[in-house]
């Protein structure tokens, strides 16, 4: 063979040789990843801090993944799940940009709670579609390629961006130091003492929407417990705020079932028409399964403004100085003694014959029992006629002096103090706008599961004015540290008639309604809030400015005896006059019986008359 054939045949072996073991190369994967263990461990602790469970979303083109899919399974130190959504954490693991695109649409949910890793086993341009900061809501995400690494901006900032990363170690999302930049939120409140005192509104367009927004230049607009909690969080988040008025009648809205809410500053916070929401809102099961609630901040109690109790000044006065057991005692006593007397003078022939006429023998003994002079007697009852006088001297003066004291103090009637109370006494109560019953009151208890048959909803405060005029109806409203703030507005007029019924009938947590990304700070801050006093101090100071004279004597009872001597009035004067006239009528038909009785052998009452006078 000539030396060109030769070297042109070896040339062609070489060629097919590294041409074979290239092609085979192919198909071994690659034992080394691009990415460090320890780079790796560092990725997993900072992208998925929280997570203590992951969902694993692959791309189709496994064989280039495998060394590193297998590289986080010997890594990540919980249990992963492969494309299910149980789990706040996510990995998603492409060979491009594309495959990523196509893993982050089958997952449904990325709330602020959500963490995000994506690992793109290739290069990935600035200019990529994966960027797009509005696929991921309010998930926390960090993105790392062959080419770099990026983080998308915390969700409480708006707009949010990814930043490339020159360093692992700044993959960490930090919320230890919230600060929105001046970002603008859109809050939602209404009028709702002492919480809120916003009371003037201007109209403007907001997002392409007209709506109501209030006017807060004033500081006594700026006035409020919530109002001057939610000052705090915006100089310590650093943001800037629009409050809005919800639209219609509603305040806080209505469930209409299991997903749909109607109304009021719920409605527009579920909606994300409002970043937040405060005014008196209740940490309840129905609220909180629509809307996100932060940690309570103060425990309000629910309690009813009863009409005092009025003085006593019937007609009865006269009987207050015995009980009805002793009046009962002096009845049977004289009915006794009389049907004594009575049959004694049927048996004994020397007794008295005229006490054999039951009817003269009843009054002549309540005349005895009353006289202040010696009866004529007889040896034969004379001694019993003393002893029944002489136990009227003491009746009589044991009432006189009762009936002294008692007509110159102050008789009430029963306060109204429970529930149980509040029924018997047949009043009523309402507010503007149906409450949900079931967060106002405890309707397990037989008692107070039947308040919601006494409400009466009130269109406005002048229906609500022609009610409490009525007078049995009660004012619903809440205590806040040691005092009382009624629900609708109430005139001072009318609260001068009402204390405040002592048994709560309800009780409830005020706290902010939150977007999710606003939960965590706002939670941070309440609760340093309430540990360093400064809820209890700003709380205290508004009560002590806004708190009127009559809520404050709404818990001051008036039904006690003051010293003062009271005057007697025409109600027991006529009662008193009224029984004078009985025992007048009762004396003379026990004079007019004598008459007859002296009468029984003359021809007629008048001859008895005239014998009387001759012998004057």
Known sequence: ???????????????????????????????????????????IKLSLPNSRCCNVFLSDSIEDLEVLFRQFRSIYPYEYLLKRNECDGYFLLGSSDTDVME?????????????????????????????????????????????????????????RIFTKLERYEDMAHDYSKMNFRGREMQVCSIFRPPMTYFNRTVNKTIDGVLTEVFITDRDLDKDGVEMQLFLIMAEKLNFTWSIRKPKGNFKYGRRVNETVWKGGMIEMLHKKQVDMAFGSIWLTHDQYKFINLSEAWYQVYLHFLVPRPRRTTSFWALARPFSTNVWYLLVSVIITHSLYTWTRAWIDPKYPKRFRNFLITLTDLIGYLLSSTVPKTIANNKLQILLWQTAG?????????????????????????????????????????????????????????????????????????????RGNFAIIGKIIDTCFFPENNVTNEDLKNYRLMRHSVGHHYAAFAVQPWL???????????????????????????????NLRKVLVEQDGYDGSTQVLGLTPLGAGFSLLLVGLSMSMLVFYLELKYAARKSNSIRDILRDIDKKR
């Open 393 to 469: 001297w003491l009746i009589i003066t044991a009432y006189c002096s009762s009936l002294a004291a008692s007509l110159a103090g102050s008789e009430y009637e029963p306060r109204i103090d429970t529930i149980k109370q509040f029924l018997d006494a047949n009043l009523w109560w309402g507010e503007e706008g149906p409450p949900p019953f079931r967060d106002y009151f405890d309707l397990m208890d037989p008692y107070a599961a039947q308040l919601p048959s006494r409400y009466i909803n009130t269109e406005n405060s002048t229906q609500t004015e022609a009610l409490i005029k």
């Open 519 to 549: 939960l965590v700070p706002v939670n941070r801050l309440i609760l340093w809030l309430r540990e360093t006093g400064i809820t209890i101090w700003h709380l205290r100071n508004v009560i002590r400015k806004r708190n009127n004279y």
């Open 1 to 43: 063979m000539k030396p060109d054939m030769h070297k042109t045949f070896y040339t062609f072996l070489l060629f097919l040789f590294t041409a074979t073991a290239k092609r085979n190369a192919m198909f071994v994967p690659k034992s080394e990843s691009w990415i460090s263990n320890d780079n790796f461990s560092r990725i």
């Open 103 to 159: 893993l982050i649409s089958k997952i449904s949910s990325l709330q602020p709670q959500t963490e995000v890793l994506i690992i793109i086993n290739s290069i990935v341009s600035n200019d990529s579609s994966i960027f797009n900061s509005s696929l991921y809501r309010d998930a926390d995400v960090n993105i790392v390629s062959m080419s770099g690494i990026w983080k998308l901006s915390e969700n409480y900032l708006k707009p």
